[in-house]
């Protein structure tokens, strides 16, 4: 099969947006609108990928960068046919089809693009317009047909007429065409309108009266929204969540209560995992298969092993959980944090860049911060590692089978050798040798009959 081109088109700022961030860049799922578009074209393995930046064009070079890109600037927004222009001499020397698409339609697949593809190659026709039936057009250039049906050009809102503006056929913006027509078509464009500026949908006419021009509108108008205000970026934010989330269910994850909950693009599903209500799973976040995780979880950069319990309220952010766990309520994983198989994470407890062993308990209302804990490790509530003296981090090294009473604190650097045993209520300051008690409390006396006596005094 002969390979197409695509160019995308993300140079402008996206002044409905109201914004001093590209549109483009915008966040839908967990990742900038152009990331979206550009996964889908991906997958169709392009011959050249080339996309025009302008506005904050470093900004979106450097969050998108990839050596698959070839990067075109257009420095003055001039319109769209303006934009194409500026990619002629990168997208010279190539033949075939081109795919031209808006950056600003996140929600577009590779099996969307495939399909405009393929009906263009079937018709034969030098152009090929996607278009949508919409229920809103306001803002999208609108489909003026004849009589016949057919195609007659692409009217701009700003520069249609009451008539033309109730037809709810749109322009989508992707168009699929010959290579070789491409810089004539291009070099044509006028810019006598409403906006003055050089509009791609002029090439419409051109292509008419050199062979035709075939539209297809594709059923999915949903699919297919672009974004042009933060009103429709929440709209296909909806959109995107209740796909992805379908998807995951097919795939054998429950969700108890769908709509409550936000799952981020990349984000992995094991089977027969149970998500309940309200749940955010973030970016770079994988959850295994068997896992549960409660209402009101935050989970994201972190890989979560199969078959582990996360009750409600946990934050985690940057860690690493193994098979089985029990995390929270209420537990707070910051970055840098392993757990190993079977830990347990209890209520009000906040780790920091640790590994935790195989087994280990920390169950309740403790801060552990750059520590190393071993397996099999059982520390009692209230439990702080000092790990900062005001200028420096100190690391605290707990070894295996430790029993750590209640209401400790470790004075880091610090180390406790395997088998030990930390007596409630002490402060340890020095190094612990394995197997023996430390024990470090102020003796326990008792004044006879205070109660009376301050009875009297009072
Ligand atoms: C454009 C189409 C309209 C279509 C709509 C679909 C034209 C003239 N109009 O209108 O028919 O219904 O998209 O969303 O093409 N861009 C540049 N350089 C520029 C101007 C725009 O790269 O100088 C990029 C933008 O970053 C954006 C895309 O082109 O990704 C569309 O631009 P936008 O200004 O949003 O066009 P619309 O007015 O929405
Ligand atoms: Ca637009």
Redesign the pocket.
């Known amino acids: 099969m002969n390979r197409c081109s695509v160019l995308?088109?993300?140079?402008?700022?996206?002044?409905?947006m109201r914004s001093r961030l590209?549109?483009?860049l915008h966040s839908l799922a967990g990742r900038p609108l152009l990331w979206h578009i550009l996964q889908a074209v991906r997958g169709l393995h392009p011959e050249r990928l080339a996309v025009?930046?302008?506005?904050g064009a470093e900004a979106v070079e450097h969050v998108l960068a990839s050596p698959d890109i070839h990067w075109v600037r257009?420095y003055?927004?001039?319109?769209?046919?303006?934009?194409v222009q500026c990619a002629l001499p990168a997208l010279h020397g190539l033949r075939g089809d081109l795919l031209i698409l808006?950056?600003?339609?996140p929600l577009v697949t590779t099996a969307i693009l495939d399909s405009l593809l393929q009906h263009h190659r079937s018709h034969g026709m030098p152009l090929t317009v996607l278009s949508m039936l919409v229920d809103n057009p306001s803002?999208?250039?609108?489909v003026m047909r004849d009589d016949a049906g057919r195609l007659l050009r692409?009217v701009?809102?700003k520069d249609a007429s009451e008539e033309e503006r109730a037809i709810r056929e749109?322009?989508?913006?992707f168009y699929c065409l010959s290579l070789d027509r491409l810089s004539d078509w291009i070099g044509a464009i006028g810019n006598q309108n409403a906006?003055n500026?050089?509009?791609?949908?002029?090439i419409v006419p051109m292509a008419k009266a050199e062979g035709g021009v075939e539209v297809w509108m594709c059923p999915d108008a949903e699919g297919l929204a672009?974004v042009?205000d933060r009103a429709q970026l929440a709209e296909l934010e909806r959109v995107f969540r209740d796909r992805r989330i379908a998807e995951w269910m097919s795939r054998g994850v429950t969700f108890v209560d769908p709509s409550s909950c936000w799952v981020a693009a990349d984000v992995q599903i094991g089977m027969d995992t149970v998500i309940e209500s309200q749940v955010m799973l973030g970016p770079g976040t994988v959850v295994g298969e068997g896992c549960q995780i409660g209402p009101f979880c935050h989970i994201q950069e972190s890989v979560i092993g199969p078959d582990c319990r996360i009750l409600p309220f946990c934050h985690l952010e940057g860690t690493e959980v193994e098979a089985e766990c029990t995390l929270g309520p209420y537990a707070r994983l910051r970055p840098g944090v392993r757990l190993a198989r079977k830990v347990r994470v209890g209520n009000f407890c906040e780790i920091k860049k640790s590994t935790i062993g195989a087994g280990s308990k920390i169950s309740h209302l403790s801060y552990i911060g750059d520590a190393q804990v071993g397996s099999g490790v059982n520390v009692g509530a209230g439990t702080i590692t000092c790990n900062y003296d005001g200028v420096h981090k100190h690391r605290t090294v707990i070894g295996d089978h430790v029993f750590v009473g209640s209401d400790v604190q470790f004075v880091a650097p610090v180390q406790v050798g395997p088998g030990a045993t930390i007596g409630a209520g002490t402060t340890v300051t020095k190094d612990v040798p394995a197997d023996s008690l430390a024990i470090s409390r102020a003796h326990q006396t008792h004044v006879m009959n205070w109660a009376e006596k301050r009875k009297v005094r009072s």
């Open positions: 995308v088109l993300a140079a402008g700022q996206g002044t409905r590209p549109k483009v025009v930046t302008g506005f257009q003055e927004r001039k319109g769209t046919g303006h934009a808006n950056g600003d339609h803002g999208y250039g609108r692409i701009e809102e749109v322009n989508t913006g906006q500026e050089y509009y791609l949908t002029d672009g042009n």
